[in-house]
């Protein structure tokens, strides 16, 4: 009976497996079997859905991670499949387990998630933290989750009032810092390093070489922007001056990258970034090598040099720019594809850039977001830290 028992859960786990994977495109296949097992048959239904609808390829990818968490948390915590709609009981419960105070949990080991839930996560990957999550994960995971409840056509208790103070006296208890999500910046000086490391004529080293400059010089790309990049977004422009107030200064090559869909846009919006010179010459070097002519701009390379269909995934970036550190003989721990964003914005305010003209290609909607990154290299350079010296 155990073993027929078995063989129908793994039958069905199988069906799930085979639903994402008309969700390749979205969904990173190296987490297909995870997610099938984790998500149910009405989970892959409705992600299916949310596709067909047209929600963004990022933002799905979220609803899938954050459902499985979702899942597998509800299973551990009550021993019990995650309900639809959730009582408002089992979110503060979410909010109590992830959000804690470190001083009251070394007293009272009971406090916060229980060891169980933790040790059921972890063996399932799905738990790194040691302390209580950042509150910007925890609300993150809580608006998936009330997405999901309003797709399903049903009302939850996420706006109540309850689960507002609870969320409100969590994060001040937790006291957890804001982790930036690059420790360091990679300005102009990190940038020639990384290249420096793929300076060689194999196809991985022109890909590389093309992706960092291309991430950079765009304004500094997001990971997930720059694997979407696709050959129909690039469109050819008339050469520039080298030096826009010398006529006779040396052409370079132009192209403009049209952005589409970002994290702050729409696709609707059309939004554009240019690129000249090097950057434009490593680009089409590299799609001509790789006899790339449409699809996705950046791809996937196996051992042997030989070019995939499908474009690579956002963590693949990071995971490049994370072996080009370590071949650079920088600490990859320090660093992330976000370095390319902030670093982009910190090495403007290094040149003298105003603020306003770097945010045109970075694509930053918040001033004070953008300001962060470039008032911190902006201060180093000032005489407003240099009143005692």
Known sequence: MAGRHKSIVAEAILHRAEQLDALDAILPFDRRDQLAALLTDDDVATLKHLASEGMGDNTLRALASDLGYLETWCQLATGSPLPWPAPESLL???VAHHLWDPLKHAEDPSHGM????QNGLRSQRLLRADGPHAPETVRRRLTSWSILTRWRGLTGAFDGPALKSALRLAVRASA???????????????????????????????????LLLTAFASGGRRRSEVAALRVEDLIDEDPV??????????PLPCLSIRVGRTKTTT???????VLIGRPVLALKGWLEAAGIEGGPVFRRIDQWENIDRRALTPQSVN?????????AGLDPTLFSAHGLRSGYLTEAANRGIPLPEAMQQSLHKSVTQAARDYNDAERKHGRAARLVT
Request: hydrophobic content about 35%; proline content about 6%; glycine content about 6%.
């Open 267 to 273: 696709r609707d919006d059309d939004e554009r970034v």
């Open 92 to 94: 503060l419960k979410f």
């Open 176 to 210: 957890r810092l804001r982790q930036r999500k690059s420790k360091k910046a990679i300005t102009g000086d990190i940038l020639a390093k990384l290249l420096d490391a793929c300076a060689g004529e194999r196809r991985v080293d022109l890909r590389d070489r093309a």
């Open 241 to 250: 001056q080298a030096d826009p107030a010398d006529p006779g200064s040396p």
């Open 319 to 327: 995971l490049i720019l994370k072996g080009r550190c370590t071949q």
């Open 114 to 117: 229980p060891m169980e839930v």
